[in-house]
């Protein structure tokens, strides 16, 4: 068995939200064992706090947004998809204000400050969402499934009619070194022409060549180029990680996604919770090489 972690020393990380346009600095803290990670809004009476699981995702359309009746705290998935591949159980993340700092659209920057925090052991096991039997979701040409694995892995697909994405493919067995290896520098992506439309609507306000690969009808707008030739499948890869963590504990099962944005993605989740002859939460998953 495998205790929990959280950080030795808190962190921060500034920038600019996605949506917003608007300066983001947010605080991880340390927190103890049991409880999970929590979203706190320090900016708002009360210090209102929202624990990171499926049934407080409130919206999915651009980005994963967790919320309540009074608050809510938007573009949660990079920041889960690092503190996922951290292996960190225990923590509160301070945010002052409603959405995480996009940094340069990739989740590195997270994945570095929380490793700068220091990730330690606690005195209590960590739980595992142990996937016993295949469970499979579709939504029209999109879908998602897990299969029983001696470890946590992901098989990604998309397909763009774009000259420079096409078909991509990655899989990985997914532990901190190889995430942070061939996901975490993998930014975000979008098209010019969605890009206008979406700040018409008041949305993308800080979206630029700075936290983005942006691609127009034939090429990519970036003068750096890319930093893989597979980016954006590997940005997919990483979002979905972050939206996993929304299962409420580290999956050991392998994960095969076609065409799954954060909206399947969500559904997906929500399905395998309400199966629970697919899985059992346990403590004891060996012999489990992968995570030691
Ligand atoms: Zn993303």
Redesign the pocket.
Known sequence: MLYQKTLAKMVSVEGIGLHTGKASRMTFKPAPENSGVYFLRKDIPGLPALKAQSRNVRATQM?TVLGSDIFAVSTV??CMSAVSAAQIDNLIIELEGPELPICD?SSFEYFKALQSGGVIEQNAYRSYFYITKPLYYSKGDKYAYVLPYNGFKVSCTIEFAHPKILKQKIELDVTPFSYEKELSSAR?FGFIKDVEALQKQGLALGGSLKNAVVLDEKSILNPEGLRFDDEFVR??A??AI?DLTMLGHPLIGHVVLHKAGHDVMHEFVQKILQSPDCYRVTEIVEPLTLFA
């Open positions: 980005a998935e990079h659209g975000t940005h997919k990483m979002d972050g």
